[in-house]
């Protein structure tokens, strides 16, 4: 796992300060490195918001797009040079705020059961009578749960999720897009184009081409990969 990721883990898992050492652990590695240069910061601080909205909206199952382009921008806005580091916390603190704001909002005992089942069931062809039967819980309450509480339907609900795997995937793997589209539980690769640019904004192959370039596995093995 990078210390990328890492610091993601970090902060879904309530630890910011620990979140904040191991940035300042590879930003110091970035600034060692002879190669360095406002370019490297740009990129180092762009994986760092993008890896952080993808776990965090995978785990939680919220978006955090908004948040995301606000950070994306701030980025831009400053002599990265001279402020990566404050801009580099400013976006984990952001995240680490916007998260525990959200779980204080959405926090239910059965609702977190249910989201859990999703999270591991995603990927199957799974509906919502299947998840009302093994949560053991109405589809009346449970849709009534996902409205008042997170404001979407069980559909969008798996969809968001879906399209927030396919999002990762498409951007550190070289797998065919029917391949992506297969792992993430959709039907068919014309399905998962439809949903993905409904959800997205962007066709799956148009996400791709814009992405940075940080392959890190295709369907064959493992390919290089630097964060």
Do not use: W
């Amino acid at each position: 796992m990078s210390k990328i990721l890492n610091i993601a883990v970090f902060i879904s898992t309530n630890n910011l300060e620990k979140a904040l050492e191991l940035f300042d652990e590879v930003l110091d590695e970035v600034y060692k490195d002879s190669k360095c240069s406002s370019s490297s910061l740009v990129y180092l601080l762009l994986e760092l918001n993008f890896s952080i909205k993808a776990f965090l909206e995978f785990e939680n199952m919220v978006s955090f797009e908004n948040l995301s382009m606000k950070n994306f921008n701030l980025v831009f806005s400053q002599h990265l040079e001279k402020y990566a580091d404050k801009v580099g916390k400013e976006i984990i603190i952001s995240y680490f705020n916007a998260l525990k704001e959200t779980r204080e909002k959405t926090c239910c005992p059965i609702l977190d059961n249910v989201l859990e089942y999703i999270r591991e069931n995603y990927n199957n062809a799974i509906t919502l009578e299947e998840l009302c039967a093994d949560c053991n819980v109405s589809r009346s309450y449970i849709s009534s749960l996902f409205k008042n509480k997170l404001g979407k339907s069980f559909k969008d609900i798996l969809n968001d999720i879906r399209c927030n795997c396919a999002e990762k995937l498409l951007k550190t793997t070289d797998y065919s897009i029917e391949y992506i589209s297969y792992l993430c539980g959709f039907e068919s690769q014309s399905y998962f184009s439809f949903v993905f640019k409904r959800y997205k904004g962007i066709s799956p192959r148009d996400y791709r081409k814009k992405a940075p370039n940080v392959r890190c596995h295709n369907e064959n093995g493992i390919v290089s990969y630097n964060i």
